[in-house]
Structure formats: C-alpha cells, structure tokens
T-cell receptor, first 114, second 111 residues
Framework: NAGVTQTPKFQVLKTGQSMTLQCAQDMNHNSMYWYRQDPGMGLRLIYYSASEGTTDKGEVPNGYNVSRLNKREFSLRLESAAPSQTSVYFC?????????????FGPGTRLTVL | RKEVEQDPGPFNVPEGATVAFNCTYSNSASQSFFWYRQDCRKEPKLLMSVYSSGNEDGRFTAQLNRASQYISLLIRDSKLSDSATYLCVVPPNSGYSTLTFGKGTMLLVSP
C-alpha cells in the first residue's frame, strides 16, 4: 500500500496563478485533511472532509477550495495564488469513525508563490 | 491560554542521555492524546498514543497528567536517529472533530 500520496512534490507559481494539489489514499479511510505548515506556526488545518460528500472549513480556509472527489481523493485548489500561501502543504487521512484517531500524512507539497 | 503549548527547543543532548518534553493543553476532556514525530522536511508520523494510564514503547514513555493538563514524553538512551521534532497532539473536547497539533519540540542528539 502506498498510503497517502500527493502531487506535485514541488511547485513554483507566480502571484495570481491557480493550481490544484492532488491527494489520494488507499487505506479506505473515511476522513481526509489538508494542512499547511509554516516555520514557527506549526500545522494549521485548512479544510477537512469527515466523510465522502462532506467538507468543512478548518482554521485557515481563506484563499482555498477543496473537492472530495470520491472516498480516495481530496484535492486542494488555490484560485489566485498569493505570496502568503508559500508553504508546505500536507494531506492526511484517518479512519474517522466517530472519534479522533491516528492521522496518516502524505509526503507534502512544497509551494512557492513569487 | 493557547490550546497546545510546547517548548520549541532545540534540546541538545549527547547520545545515551535521557531527555523529557512536556506539552500543556487546554479545552480537552479526551481520554487519549498523541505524540507525533517529524523528521526534517518530512511528514509527521505517529510515535505513540498517550492514555490515562501512560504508555511505554521501548525507550519511549508517555504520561498524561489530567489534573495539571499536560502530557510528557521521556526518551531514554537517546540515539542519533532520535533527532527530530516531536509534536504533541490533542483531540477535541467532545465528539468528532479535528486534532490540534502543537508547534513541536526539536531534539538534536549529538555523538
């Protein structure tokens, strides 16, 4: 099993450009998450999907949109990238059967917005 | 009070040393907490869960003090490979919701 995979691994954008970060998991997990990690700020939740067909805002949702395409895939879209969105983005998944449980993370996408 | 607080470190220790980290939390009545480990430029990975009765896994011991609202991680006989950032993770106060990650404590083990 590959676990949680993310594409791309690295990306450089210019201000105003758009892009979609892809995430897929093969563990049959119900819940998926998108985080960003910045130096000194720790992991901050952007959006999450408790189950297929639902999405909810996290701590820092502004400037992002998400799509839970199916049970396996959860994408994050930046419609108009800004330098403040330069960060490392992690996707994670968990069984999410009704109580907090272990989250499994993908390897991350390092995004730079110029 | 912030929800999860950790000393960012770094904690510099020699190989073989014993080192302990604490993490204070608020607004959680959960029965279990987590420690995650994050290597430089890698993703976080679960190190161990922390229960009311504590938890031990080899050289690693985690304790929960609900009265004082902190969890601890003790590493004995430190190895060079233990060098990483250790994230304290706190579940929500009730029901299903998302985890709150601390900013992490950096550990550097030197020869």
């Amino acid at each position: 099993n590959a676990g949680v995979t993310q594409t791309p691994k690295f990306q450089v954008l210019k201000t105003g450009q758009s892009m979609t970060l892809q995430c897929a998991q093969d563990m049959n997990h119900n819940s998926m998450y998108w985080y960003r990690q910045d130096p000194g700020m720790g992991l901050r939740l952007i959006y999450y999907s408790a189950s297929e067909g639902t999405t909810d805002k996290g701590e820092v949702p502004n400037g992002y949109n998400v799509s839970r395409l199916n049970k396996r895939e959860f994408s994050l879209r930046l419609e108009s990238a800004a330098p403040s969105q330069t960060s490392v983005y992690f996707c994670a998944s968990s069984e999410g059967v009704g109580s907090p449980d272990t989250q499994y993370f993908g390897p991350g996408t390092r995004l730079t917005v110029l | 009070r912030k929800e999860v607080e950790q000393d960012p470190g770094p904690f510099n220790v020699p190989e073989g040393a014993t080192v302990a980290f604490n993490c204070t939390y608020s607004n959680s009545a959960s029965q279990s907490f987590f420690w995650y480990r994050q290597d430089c430029r890698k993703e976080p990975k679960l190190l161990m869960s922390v229960y009311s009765s504590g938890n031990e896994d080899g050289r690693f011991t985690a304790q929960l003090n609900r009265a004082s609202q902190y969890i601890s991680l003790l590493i004995r006989d430190s190895k060079l490979s233990d060098s990483a950032t250790y994230l304290c993770v706190v579940p929500p106060n009730s029901g299903y919701s998302t985890l709150t990650f601390g900013k992490g404590t950096m550990l550097l083990v030197s020869p």
